[in-house]
């Protein structure tokens, strides 16, 4: 996973496009991976990979369950 600090785009914009693109293609089909190996895949803050996430629970891609994970909405 690679995130361009000097990029445009903030990085949890192109963490939540990489995230969405992997729910596309199947990659992952049920749940995201835990935050906190999202956060070292990634090399971004706690607060950067929430804030990607915020994005994808406001497309209604994901929905968040506390003490359980991140879950890919079904469609």
């Not at 990489?18 to 999202?38: C, F, S, V």
């Amino acid at each position: 996973m690679i995130i361009d600090p000097d990029a445009a785009d903030y990085p949890f914009v192109q963490l939540a496009a990489i995230l969405r693109a992997r729910i596309e293609d199947g990659t992952y089909a049920r749940r995201l991976p835990p935050l906190t190996t999202l956060e070292a895949e990634s090399g971004l803050s706690p607060m950067a990979v929430r804030r990607a996430v915020a994005v994808l629970k406001e497309e209604g891609l994901v929905e968040t369950r506390p003490g359980r994970g991140t879950f890919v909405v079904q469609r």
